[in-house]
């Protein structure tokens, strides 16, 4: 992860991880957080102990999750655990020993009993890889943990689904499938039905804040920035890369004065076009909030270039920038040419200012 580039503040560094070997599984990076050691996962991981000692883990389990809260970590997690034959029982910082050879495996990558399935960016899952599972699944093996990791389940395919229930009704004994999903609802009703989910807390802000703080060493300005902005990776509690003010200050810069939209288009260049439509939506929705009257969501850096928007601008201006914003993010990754696409963005977002007789 590139460092926090011009927030004007040193990015913190996630702290060193104890077992270095975990670097180099090719499967998945070692998260930057100790999984049972996470408040508002704890307990699902105690859950998942608790089936597992007793002898009455599922075949099907779903974890659910938006991104960013630890779901994905809390699976991969549970696989290592699963599979290590010597692992380290310390209460709270339960994990797989790194050092017994199915390890040694899962950590080269070459582990028998596990198959990793994930979407590629952007795409769904097809059948092809769920053929591959069953073809692993279908060699007898003697006794062995099984587990299948379907990342992000909803992106699978009709047929993939399909061909996935089959195996998920008849499962080859010892075999786990380990499901993680943002929502149920986007998973096919027969596959619902043959698994049982588990849905980790939500940590609210302050337990974020406070976690951030405590795990990553950052300032309570920064772990309010970094919760606020909600970022896929706020795990991690490094500092987005852009320049998140700039973007902010572009907004009311704007609004001040259009004749700046050039210049505005120039700091907006600076941040990639889905960050970017990321950004003013939560910042969007910030105002909206503000002017509602509830309390501020941002922290206090972000909060004062919030409030003029919201003192001067109309409910009508927000229900236009939302349909201006929505539009411009749902384009955020065609390649269209990055100036062009951003300076109708910035006029756009002038238009919304002025009265309703001009628009
Ligand atoms: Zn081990």
């Known amino acids: 992860m590139a460092q926090s580039k011009s927030s004007g503040r040193a990015s913190p560094r996630a702290r060193v991880k104890e077992e270095p070997a975990e670097a180099l599984n090719p499967l998945w990076p070692a998260p930057p957080f100790e999984v049972p050691a996470v408040p508002w996962l704890r307990p699902a991981w105690q859950r998942l102990l608790g089936l597992q000692q007793q002898q009455r883990l599922p075949h099907g389990l779903l974890l659910l999750g938006a991104p960013g809260q630890g779901v994905l970590e809390l699976a991969r997690h549970f696989a290592d655990w699963l599979l290590c034959t010597q692992p380290i029982h310390d209460a709270?910082?339960?994990?797989?020993?790194?050092?017994?050879?199915?390890?040694?495996w899962r950590l080269a990558g070459s582990h028998p009993d596990l198959v990793v399935v994930r979407p590629e960016e952007g795409r769904e899952i097809g059948i092809a890889e769920i053929r591959a599972l069953i073809d692993t699944f279908a060699i007898t093996r003697q006794g062995a943990?099984?587990?299948?990791?379907?990342?992000?389940?909803?992106?699978?395919?009709?047929?993939a689904a399909n061909s996935l229930l089959k195996l998920l009704e008849e499962p080859p004994p010892g075999s786990l499938f380990l499901l993680t999903a943002t929502s149920a609802e986007r998973l096919p009703a027969t596959i619902r039905s043959r698994v049982q989910r588990l849905v980790p807390g939500i940590p609210s802000d302050q337990a974020l804040?406070?976690?951030?703080m405590q795990q990553h060493g950052l300032s309570a300005d920064d772990a309010a920035l970094l919760s606020f902005l909600g970022e896929p990776n706020v795990l991690s509690g490094q500092m987005p890369e852009g320049d998140w003010l700039a973007v902010a200050e572009g907004w009311l810069t704007l609004w001040q004065n259009p004749a700046a939209l050039p210049s505005v288009v120039q700091r907006w260049q600076s941040v990639p076009r889905p960050v970017l439509a990321r950004w003013l939506l939560r910042l969007w929705i910030a105002v909206a909030e503000i002017r509602a009257g509830l309390p501020s969501p941002a922290p206090a850096t972000l909060d004062r270039i919030l409030r003029p928007l919201a003192a001067q601008e109309s409910a009508l201006d927000d229900q236009k920038r939302y349909r201006i914003l929505i539009a411009f993010a749902q384009t955020a990754t065609h390649?269209?040419?990055?100036?062009?696409?951003?300076?109708?963005?910035?006029?756009?977002?002038?238009?919304?200012?002025?009265?309703?007789?001009?628009?």
Do not use: F, K, T, Y
């Open 92 to 104: 709270g910082h339960e994990r797989a020993c790194g050092n017994c050879p199915a390890c040694h």
């Open 335 to 359: 390649p269209l040419n990055e100036e062009l696409a951003l300076e109708r963005l910035a006029m756009d977002l002038i238009r919304a200012d002025l009265p309703e007789r001009l628009d």
């Open 145 to 159: 943990v099984r587990v299948a990791l379907i990342e992000q389940a909803e992106q699978l395919s009709h047929s």
């Open 209 to 212: 804040h406070q976690w951030l």
